[in-house]
């Protein structure tokens, strides 16, 4: 008989250990992105941000419903990373670095704060709740770090990126994001049971915050000749492949250097914004981000298990966390007293934590520090201040507070351009 | 000791069952990038299509050169697979149904002989050169499938795609793509020591060639409502969202039912070429093929392994390999006798095998139906007909035969607008 799975001729060419089929692969990529895009527009029918839309959509073909979407498959974790990176990288491309700069001590006293506040009360309370000093300080190293991701999303979806509010939590989650990850590698050493030296931490702390400053100041004398001469030679479609080289380039080294992906691909996209190719880079690279964007989101979303929030002690463990995750937070935006701006928005927008709580709950439960319920505790951590911030700042945002907001962003707007 | 070995942080979330981390991908595509880019201009420098550039980078990133290209790696396979999908859709969205029709007949007699032909010449020399029944079944059917990606993309480079012979060329690589399925089909069976019964082929074919007629039938129905629903509610990049969920999807359909991804995305496009918003998709497609399709190229470039052409045997039965392979397709060029066409150009536009020359190989060599020698044989052959048939279109198509050419497209074109 004739075998008709033909399938395998493609298997034939390219044994594939990661179990997945280039045909589950397009099944899969075309679910999520119809899903996404669903659910998208479902969600600004209802006043809601798109991205909102898309964790839903995550959570619904995640292992815990529908289970069609398996977050933890390399390929579809590639495409979200590349999604989270094209984000970063357009999002820098819109931003300008001295309005970033001219907020960088509001923003630097928010991540401070925004750090120090929730990890501290978060490993209180889990202490106080009978958790072993370990554990509660995973539980409050996990409530440190914003999503980066969301929070620039749901102000680029709202159209108040460019607001002082905006430009300071952007900062802030990018800022508090490289302070995670210094955690991140203390807490690692304390699970391995080494305990970290103070040097070490403080030279992990130099480098990822001098790889930030020399990217963009080398970045910012050596981009744009490049990128001249490209445009000079080469097609429109030359410039957007080259510009994501040097974000995928960049994103690696800041990396390997003890810093986060994203924070690489943001700083790419603040070296090429002032280029005066920045346009064309960024309609080449919209496209792009439109495909990978949305399965990034899917993916955090995916990551949640709902089925965990079965028991009574779990929900309220999990509930105390997340008080103290959203009150250390909202307060962080009140602490750079001296600048004038919507503090309330600054505090709702700093909340979300979606893939770096993540993050930190799977490292404790892999590495056995965490029980399963205390996972579970922070999943809902998680859960409750990714999807509550949107819609909060939604409202806040189109009410009174916006007038004195937008006055402000064009007091800003015009201090940049005249400088 | 504080570990700067930050970048397990992602393992953490994904563990990384096919060894590469996201970090060594986007390496790996930074690199492809920049070199497909690269030698592409270098090789429009010296007036050849830029996909030789992108083929040679390959050849020289792959494992037989510089060795850090690894085309079985998974990851690069499926972006590989997502460029000739995105490639065949975008040149499916470029054609012209009508006119791909009017030159039907002779695309089918050009597939038919460039198939029989090749097959046939193949295993007469193998076998005279001493190869068993099986081997020099298997080394004949990698004669027969011309590379519809390749063809199309030279074609394209070289703005002739549209004329007589660019639609015929691209009629018959798709339609031999179809009868080589249908021959690994039943290769595969012989190898795997079953004999193929005669209904079971006819019923492979019926159902091969079905899909393709089904598809765009019901396309052309249904398509375009669905398509003019989303463009009255939803944003440009909506549209070429759902337009990829369409090739996906196709791709996939084909492929369960025993035809090639490629043929399913080149269905979708198709279908989409005459709804109204075909501009709209094309343009944010197009940015995404820049990304993917050069990765392909680079792919192909990369299986070909150049350390196998040490022994002066394996060159002869190469050789020998490699002119009836050029013969039967040049042949194949004059089969439609009836048209007014530029034969030489169908001809040596059928001539590059690429990547479906390999995938017979492959499989013969994985099935220990062929010896290492003469697997390298076929390679040699896919290489010397890859590599030669772009460069010689580029003087056919340059040279005197065009004034004819393009005085016969005109008519064509004209034929079809009044139509």
New interface residues.
């Given amino acids: 008989?004739?075998?008709?799975g033909?399938?395998?001729?493609?298997s034939?060419?390219?044994?594939?250990?990661?179990?997945?089929s280039?045909?589950r692969?397009?099944?899969l990529?075309?679910t999520i992105?119809?899903s996404a895009?669903v659910l998208g527009?479902l969600a600004e029918r209802f006043g809601q941000p798109a991205v909102i839309g898309e964790l839903v959509a995550g959570v619904l073909l995640g292992p815990s419903v529908i289970g069609f979407v398996d977050?933890?498959?390399?390929?579809l974790?590639?495409f979200a990373?590349?999604g989270v990176?094209l984000l970063l990288f357009t999002i820098g491309l819109e931003t300008d670095l001295k309005r970033l700069l001219s907020v960088g001590g509001a923003a630097f006293t928010v991540a401070v704060v925004g750090v120090v506040l929730p990890f501290a009360s978060g490993y209180f309370v889990a202490h106080a709740l009978g958790l072993d000093l370990l554990p509660a300080i995973v539980s409050g190293a996990a409530l440190t770090a914003t999503s980066v991701g969301i929070t620039a999303r749901v102000f680029s979806d709202l159209g108040k990126l460019k607001s002082v509010e905006g430009q300071i939590v952007l900062g802030a989650a990018v800022i508090d994001d490289v302070i995670g990850?210094i955690i991140?590698?203390?807490v690692?050493?304390l699970v391995a049971g080494?305990t970290?030296?103070v040097g070490?931490?403080l030279?992990?702390t130099a480098?990822a915050f001098g790889f930030l400053a020399a990217a963009i100041v080398l970045g910012r004398f050596l981009v744009p000749p490049v990128f001249n001469f490209l445009a000079r030679?080469?097609k429109e479609?030359?410039l957007?492949?080259?510009a994501?080289?040097l974000a995928?380039?960049l994103?690696?080294l800041a990396?390997?250097?003890?810093?986060?992906?994203i924070v690489g691909a943001f700083a790419a996209g603040l070296v090429l914004a002032p280029t005066e190719q920045a346009h064309a880079i960024e309609r080449?690279v919209?496209?792009?981000a439109?495909?990978f964007v949305p399965i990034f989101f899917v993916a955090v979303g995916a990551?949640v298990d709902v089925r965990t929030f079965g028991s009574r002690d779990i929900v309220l463990v999990g509930l105390a966390l997340t008080a103290v995750a959203i009150l250390g937070k909202f307060a962080a935006g009140f602490a750079p007293i001296w600048i004038r701006a919507n503090k309330t928005v600054i505090g709702v927008g700093m909340i979300p934590r979606g893939?770096v709580g993540?993050?930190f709950a799977?490292?404790g439960l892999?590495a056995g520090v965490l029980t399963a319920g205390t996972y579970s505790a922070l999943m809902l951590m998680v859960l409750v201040t990714t999807f509550m911030a949107p819609p909060l700042l939604r409202q806040l945002l189109s009410k009174s507070s916006t007038a004195e907001l937008d006055q402000e962003s064009l007091a800003v707007a015009e201090m940049t351009t005249e400088a």
């Fill in positions: 008989m004739l075998d008709l033909l399938p395998a001729l493609l034939v060419v390219a044994p594939d250990p990661s179990g997945v280039v045909e692969f397009l099944l990529l075309a992105l119809v895009k527009e977050p933890t498959l390399p390929a974790h590639l990373e590349i990176i990850l991140l590698a203390v690692s050493d080494t970290p030296s070490g931490v030279r992990t480098i030679t080469g479609n030359t957007a492949s080259m994501l080289v995928f380039l994103a690696v990396s390997e250097i003890g810093s986060a992906v080449g919209i496209r792009l439109n495909l990551a893939e993540l993050i799977q490292m892999t």
